[in-house]
């Protein structure tokens, strides 16, 4: 279905909130058409005009988190796929002001909706999300770096469930602190660098 095209966006996007909000409150699995339709406010048959089952609602809601969160970095694949061939490698950092801070920006706007996408990604499909980011960013960057095949996997899960960690926190504070703190923590914690010093150097 086109959403962008159908005159039942509005009623489609309803039924997108109500299953989302219906993940905070149980498993996927356990969720029924009619919960949905009474959240969203509409009867089975618009339901059923919309979508065939559940499955095929969770499919639309998850696309269209997927999509905004996606949109949240400014990645140009060819631009960047010329940058990981020239660029010096001091200079090779996308962990930058200039990738976090929509990202961490997105986060905090939505970040009612996006925690329950966390709490519920093996649903939702965020966590493949994440793995094309990285492998998309990180790979070649770790190539650059000489970083051995076989490592690499385990160093792409380091990183992502780091990430995954110090994001789910500040969502579990409501995202109280700044952004700017938060992405300073991902910077820190991904580059190894305490006040301009790495971590070993900085605890000698």
Known sequence: M???????FHTAAKMDEAL???LNEKEFEYIT???ICARAGVNRSTF???YENTRDLLEEAAGSLIRQFAACFPIDTQSITDQFRNTPLEDLNYISDQYLIPYLMFIRDNRTVFAIAVANSKYLGFDDVY???FRHIFHPILDRFR???IEQPYVMAFYLNGVHAIVTRWLQHDCREPIETICGILQKCIL???QGQNFASAIE
Do not use: A, M
């Open 48 to 50: 059923y005009l919309h």
């Open 33 to 35: 058409v009619k919960e």
């Open 20 to 22: 989302i909000s219906l």
């Open 147 to 149: 970083f051995p095949e």
């Open 131 to 133: 793995q094309r980011l």
């Open 2 to 8: 086109d959403r962008s095209q159908s005159k039942y």
């Open 192 to 194: 190894g660098k305490l």
